[in-house]
T-cell receptor, first 112, second 115 residues
Framework: QKEVEQDPGPLSVPEGAIVSLNCTYSNSAFQYFMWYRQYSRKGPELLMYTYSSGNKEDGRFTAQVDKSSKYISLFIRDSQPSDSATYLCAASPAGNNRKLIWGLGTSLAVNP | GAVVSQHPSRVICKSGTSVKIECRSLDFQATTMFWYRQFPKKSLMLMATSNEGSKATYEQGVEKDKFLINHASLTLSTLTVTSAHPEDSSFYIC???????????FGPGTRLTVT
């Protein structure tokens, strides 16, 4: 079992839809959770960064972490064609070793 | 967010030659830098972790003599692919992290093609 599981999709939605992206993890030591967006042939871009459980909102993006169920979510409201990309979740434990454990990434297409 | 640059963005080299890729954190001090490799439509594969002033820690299966990593300052790390072969052709991406935060900021990547 991979430490971070993510459905690779692809996921296709119409413009304006609410998108829900999810990951599960198995390591209880994970404290930091991140969502990255990666466009084709580009480096990943950090979207959301969360410590421990809770919600975090930034514009159209909301990240949720539920440590009791080991579930990580990213919601995108009013999705736009420019949101079409691969979304990667990542987690790491606390401490000095900040090596990220990555999900496979979910490919999202927002259709105009 | 923090800015990380990577150079070159694309390089084509002949088999047997060496290629150096630079990774710079432009507006923060990166105590730790990471080097990844990514194959088409695949997730990121961590190659090594480097802390400023110390030897890099390589992931299992990554040849340290083939992929030389130097992290000489808090803003610069280099990856040298030595004696490159066609199977080394890939997308190489670096990321940088500061002491204060656990998040990693990525460079734009370098596409290496070995002919």
């Amino acid at each position: 079992q991979k430490e971070v599981e993510q459905d690779p999709g692809p996921l296709s939605v119409p413009e304006g839809a609410i998108v829900s992206l999810n990951c599960t993890y198995s390591n209880s030591a994970f404290q930091y959770f991140m969502w990255y967006r990666q466009y084709s042939r580009k480096g990943p871009e950090l979207l959301m960064y969360t410590y421990s459980s809770g919600n975090k909102e930034d514009g159209r993006f909301t990240a949720q972490v539920d440590k009791s169920s080991k579930y990580i979510s990213l919601f995108i409201r009013d999705s736009q064609p420019s949101d079409s990309a691969t979304y990667l979740c990542a987690a790491s434990p606390a401490g000095n070793n900040r090596k990220l454990i990555w999900g496979l990434g979910t490919s999202l297409a927002v259709n105009p | 967010g923090a800015v990380v640059s990577q150079h070159p963005s694309r390089v084509i080299c002949k088999s047997g030659t060496s290629v150096k890729i630079e990774c710079r954190s432009l507006d923060f001090q990166a105590t730790t830098m990471f080097w990844y490799r990514q194959f088409p439509k695949k997730s990121l594969m961590l190659m090594a972790t480097s802390n400023e002033g110390s030897k890099a820690t390589y992931e299992q299966g990554v040849e340290k003599d083939k992929f030389l990593i130097n992290h000489a300052s808090l803003t610069l790390s280099t990856l040298t692919v030595t004696s490159a072969h066609p199977e080394d052709s890939s997308f190489y991406i670096c990321s940088a992290s500061s002491l204060t935060g656990g998040e990693q900021y990525f460079g734009p990547g370098t596409r290496l093609t070995v002919t």
